[in-house]
């Protein structure tokens, strides 16, 4: 399993990032906003970000236009968001995270990740998609702290 995880320091409370991306996982404008990749999103089942709803999200990685589906698979308000891909993508990709862990009173933690179910050869062969995948997650913690500590919606 290789897991790909980034992580930046925000100079915003947990409460703060929880409801910044919210806004983004509930309106195209902002969700477009957050990465110049990001195309499209949308909830096709449930209420947004509650156990068991169904994300619907289009963004380009790799220069390639991937439409995605994912499940929210835990939520802790404030937080933890768990979410992994619909199948069939979910056999290769099980799960992915937001996590956002409280630093100081007016501080925090916010982390990335994402999982893959690969060996060395997926590695050797994915590793341009792999690196773009990565540097996709590390700019959209960059956008997140900047928008915060400007106090952007």
Same mark, same amino acid.
């Given at each position: 399993?290789?897991? $790909?995880? @980034? *992580?930046?320091?925000? +100079?915003?409370? =947990?409460? %703060?990032?929880?409801?910044?991306?919210?806004?983004? &996982?509930? @309106?195209?404008?902002?969700?477009?906003?957050?990465?110049?990749?990001?195309? @499209?999103?949308?909830?096709?089942?449930?209420?947004? $970000?509650?156990?068991? *709803?169904?994300?619907?999200? %289009?963004?380009?990685?790799?220069?390639?236009?991937? +439409?995605?589906?994912?499940?929210?698979?835990?939520?802790? =308000? #404030?937080?933890?968001?768990?979410?992994?891909?619909?199948?069939?993508? *979910?056999? &290769?990709?099980?799960? #992915?995270?937001?996590?956002?862990?409280?630093?100081?009173? #007016?501080?925090?933690? &916010?982390?990335?990740?994402? *999982?893959?179910?690969?060996?060395? $050869? &997926?590695?050797?062969?994915?590793?341009?998609?792999? %690196?773009?995948?990565?540097?996709?997650? +590390?700019?959209?913690?960059?956008?997140?702290?900047?928008? $915060? %500590?400007?106090?952007? @919606?």
């Amino acid at each position: 399993m290789t897991t $790909l995880k @980034d *992580s930046i320091e925000i +100079k915003a409370r =947990p409460e %703060e990032v929880f409801e910044w991306l919210l806004q983004r &996982f509930i @309106d195209k404008k902002a969700y477009q906003a957050w990465h110049p990749d990001h195309v @499209d999103v949308r909830w096709i089942k449930g209420e947004p $970000l509650q156990e068991g *709803s169904i994300i619907y999200a %289009e963004e380009y990685l790799h220069g390639e236009l991937h +439409k995605l589906k994912f499940i929210i698979t835990k939520l802790v =308000p #404030n937080r933890v968001i768990e979410y992994r891909p619909l199948f069939p993508l *979910s056999i &290769f990709a099980p799960g #992915n995270a937001f996590l956002v862990e409280p630093k100081g009173e #007016n501080g925090c933690i &916010f982390t990335a990740t994402g *999982s893959f179910r690969a060996g060395p $050869l &997926f590695r050797k062969l994915a590793k341009n998609r792999i %690196e773009a995948t990565k540097q996709h997650m +590390k700019e959209e913690g960059e956008n997140l702290k900047k928008a $915060l %500590e400007k106090g952007e @919606d």
